[in-house]
């Protein structure tokens, strides 16, 4: 499997600028370069050279981390060898993929990380950022598509990092269409942990949280079905959670936006209706997408705002519930004890969110899984927008690592990916990804 990619002669990428758009990815622009054909990174803030083309660089050992450059070591090829014999398949999507799944399901984080580029029909591309999409999308192609299968991999993402270099290798499986969801989630973990014990990582320190407790949550509070929304979208960003939280929780807006007027008028108006109002002003402007967004996308957003600036105020109560949920850590055991606790008292029914974590609790120590030593939170998220279900990482619990900080492994459920990628029906799946260099670094050498 190599690791190097060779993109077609009319797809090669040139050169990367920052996107000018919301998306905010980095976009291949410029004339054409000779020589190496592959990837570019964004030119260095504050060098502009006026009259002139902007000064790019190539990617070289710097920007590539050794796994990329050099191939993954025999431990990787032997960990995903070890995946393939438990049943998982070996797979290998294209580096080069269609880039508006990225960008609309990825998160904020990843989209403003990406590679981005165009073919000659101005369809947009990227270079995959990570394989959980390329993978499902695959699934999806194949003829096992809604039946349950299993794909493992070991190959090269691309996306920008501060203090980490732009190409660098991940090895990884995705479990598609198990019903039995508490087991395939420990058997993620377990499969995880493997990846450490390989390159010789001692009992890494587990993170755990579950999504899917703070959707159950938040779904059975009083809130307008837009805030709802708003908030569960906002999990995995805590600042941006924390500003809708002051937001809801304030008597009166601080300042007016100037199309508050528009708003107001669309505020428990018919939803169809004015979807097409909202469309055919924009039409009537001459406006076919801002930002990257569509008309369709724009009215939406509307919407959705003309909802969230009705009267619809937090009480500082409710308020204070959601911390109280938010602030509930420990092992998996006293996390579920906490949460039935605050269940009871506010009378909000969590039962089947409560049971789920019981169970998976209950197979990751049947599995000789320590459960004592998982550190368990319910405000845990990984920044990824597709995420429905149980999120976790593995970190290095030494403090002498350069990658100390980073997770090794990191994965969890995501059953709303597959309709949104084009299932007729959901499909539950779940997956996880190491990254090779992490762990070759925190493992030592071969």
């Known amino acids: ?3 190097t ?3 077609p002669e009319r797809l090669r990428i040139n050169g990367l600028r920052q996107s000018s758009s919301n998306r905010r ?9 000779q020589g190496n054909p592959l990837l570019f990174l964004p030119r260095e803030r504050g060098r502009k050279r006026r009259g002139k083309p902007d000064a790019y660089r190539p990617l070289s050992m710097k920007t590539m981390s050794s796994e990329s450059a050099n191939g993954p070591d025999s431990r990787a090829q032997s960990l995903v060898a070890s995946y393939a014999r438990a049943g998982y398949a070996l797979i290998d999507p294209p580096v080069l993929q269609p880039a508006e799944p990225f960008l609309d399901l990825s998160g904020e984080d990843i989209r403003r990380r990406m590679f ?3 073919d000659p029909d101005g369809r947009e591309l990227c270079l995959r950022p990570d ?8 699934y999806l192609a194949s003829p096992s598509a809604g039946k349950p299968a299993g794909f493992c991999y070991l190959g090269t993402v691309f996306r920008h990092r501060e203090n980490g270099a732009a190409e660098f290798v991940q090895a990884g499986i995705e479990s598609f269409g198990r019903q039995d969801k508490a087991a395939a989630d420990a058997e ?4 995880g942990l493997e990846a450490t014990t390989q390159y010789g990582v001692a009992a890494p320190e587990i993170r755990m949280g579950d999504v899917g407790l703070f959707t159950a949550f938040v779904a059975a509070l009083d809130l307008a079905p837009a805030w709802k929304r708003r908030l569960i979208k906002d999990f995995n960003r805590k600042s941006s959670l924390t500003h ?3 937001q809801l929780t304030l008597a009166t807006a601080n300042g007016r936006p100037e199309y508050q007027g528009v708003l107001a008028a669309l505020a428990n108006s018919d939803p169809k209706g004015a979807h097409q109002l909202v469309t055919d002003l924009l039409s009537i402007a001459g406006i076919a997408a801002v930002g990257g967004r569509s008309v369709a996308e724009i009215a939406d957003r509307f919407l959705e705002q003309a909802a969230m600036n009705a009267p619809t105020r937090l009480p500082r109560e409710t308020r204070s519930l959601i911390e109280r949920f938010l602030s509930v850590r420990g092992d998996p055991d006293e996390a579920a004890g906490e949460i039935r606790a605050l269940s009871s008292d506010a009378k909000i029914p969590l039962d089947d969110a409560i049971a789920l974590l019981e169970t998976r609790t209950g197979f990751l120590a049947a599995r000789g899984i320590d459960v004592r030593a998982i550190r368990f939170s319910t405000s845990f998220g990984r920044g990824f927008d597709y995420y429905t279900g149980v999120v976790f990482e593995l970190h290095n619990a030494s403090n002498s690592s350069a990658h100390a900080n980073g997770a090794l492994v990191a994965g969890g459920r995501y059953d709303g990916l597959l309709t949104r990628l084009g299932a ?6 779940v997956g996880f990804a190491g990254s090779i260099d992490a762990l070759a670094a925190c493992g030592g050498g071969s």
């Open 1 to 3: 499997m190599g690791v």
């Open 188 to 191: 993620m973990l377990a499969l």
């Open 5 to 7: 990619p060779c993109l």
């Open 131 to 138: 394989l959980t999409i390329p993978v499902s999308r695959e």
């Open 244 to 246: 809708d939280l002051d």
């Open 424 to 429: 007729p029906s959901p499909i539950p799946a």
């Open 116 to 118: 981005l580029t165009s």
């Open 25 to 33: 990815g980095c976009r291949a622009k410029g004339p054409p370069q």
